[in-house]
C-alpha cells in the first residue's frame, strides 16, 4: 500500500473525488462531457454529483472519501486492501474547509462523504463524526450533507452522526448472504441490516415524538447501493431484496450499480459486452413500479420467470402476461388499474381521474393528458370503443416503442 504522506489538498482531492465515483448512492454523475472553448463547466471530473433534498429539490453535492485506505479486501472494489493504488486521507479540517470553500463559491450545496475503513469500523465512524461535528459547530454548515455508516460501527456513533447529517447509508453491496462471503469477506448481513434498523427504528420514533431542541434525526432518510452482476444473483432476487428493504427499513431509495470490474480477480465474473447497463435501468424502472404503481416484486417476476425481459419494459412486460386484464375502459377505471397500463403514468392517471369527472373522455382528451396512446391504445378502450381494431400480440409491443 503506498501512503502518501505529504501531500498538497489538491492532490488529495483528486485522488479521494475519483476514488468516490463507483458509490452511486446518491443520485449522479456518470456522465463523460468535456469542457469546451467559450463554455462554462464539464461532467468529466469527478467530485461533484447531484442528490435530491427532503424537500424533492435537486441539488449539487462534493462527493469524496474521507480516506481510500481500507483494512478490507472486498474483490469488487478499487480501494481493497490488496490493490496497489496511492492512499491517502483527508483530515476533518481538510473536509470541512472543501466543503465551505467549494459552497462559498456556489459550486455545490452539499457534501456527499464516504470512506474506506481505517483501522476499524469505530475508528473511521469516530473521524466522519468529528467531521460533521465541526462542519455544523464549528464552521456553522447548514447545508445538506449525506454520510455513508460504516457497517459494525458502535450504535452510539450512528445515532450521533443521525442528528448532523441529512441522509445516510449503508451499502449492501452484495444481495445475499453467499454474494457477501464471496466477495466481501470482512462484511455480513448482519453488519449491514442492524445500523439499517437501528436508522429505521429512530426514524419511525422521530415521527411519533419529534425530537426537541435538537436537528431532526435523518430527514431525508437513509438509502443504499447494490451491485448488480458480481454475483450470480437473479433479477426477481434483486427486487424481492429491495422491497423487504423499502417495507421493514422505510429506505428512501435502493440503487442498483452495474458491475464494473475494476480488479483482475478469479472471483470476479467476466460479462461479455461490459457492465450490466441494461439489467440496471430494468431494475430501476421496476423499482419505480414497486414505489409508485403500487407493483409487488412477485407480480413482476417469480422464480420461474427470475429475469427480465431485454426487450420490454417491466410494465409492458407484465401487461403483456396479464391480458385477461385488458382492455381497461378508461372512463370507469379505478386509478390503480389506469396505474397498470403501459403508456399511462401517475401524472396521466390522476389527470385522467379528475377530468373525466366533467365529461366522458375520448382518445383526442388522452392525447392532451399525456397518454402515451402508441403503448396504451392496445391496452384501453374509450367509450367502449377500441382505437384500432388491434389484437394485442406479444410482438407488437417492441415494435410500438
Ligand atoms: S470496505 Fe470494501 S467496498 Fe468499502 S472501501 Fe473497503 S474494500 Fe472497498
Redesign the pocket.
Known sequence: MLIQEEMSLQEKLGILADAAKYDVSCSSSGSQRRGKAGMLGNTVSPGICHSFAADGRCISLLKILFT?Q?????R??I???SNDVVRTSFTPDEVCHLTMEFYRRNYIEGLFLS???LKSPDYTMDLLYQTLWKLRNEYRFNGYIHMKVIPGADPVLVEQIGLLADRVSINM?LPTAEGLKKL?P??TRERILSPMKQISGKIRQREIVPYRGQRTFVPAGQSTQMIVGATPESDYQMITIAEALYQRFDLKRVYYSAFVRVNEDSLLPVIPGGPPLLREHRLYQADWLMRFYGFQAGELLNEKRPNFNAFLDPKCDWALNHLEQFPVEVNRADYQTLLRVPGIGVKSAKRIVAARRGAALDYGDLKKIGVVLKRAVYFITCKGKMMYPTRIDQDLLPAAG
Open positions: 481510500n481500507c483494512i478490507y479486501d472486498c469488487y472494489c480501494n481493497r486492501r470512506s474506506g475503513v453491496e466481501a470482512g462484511k
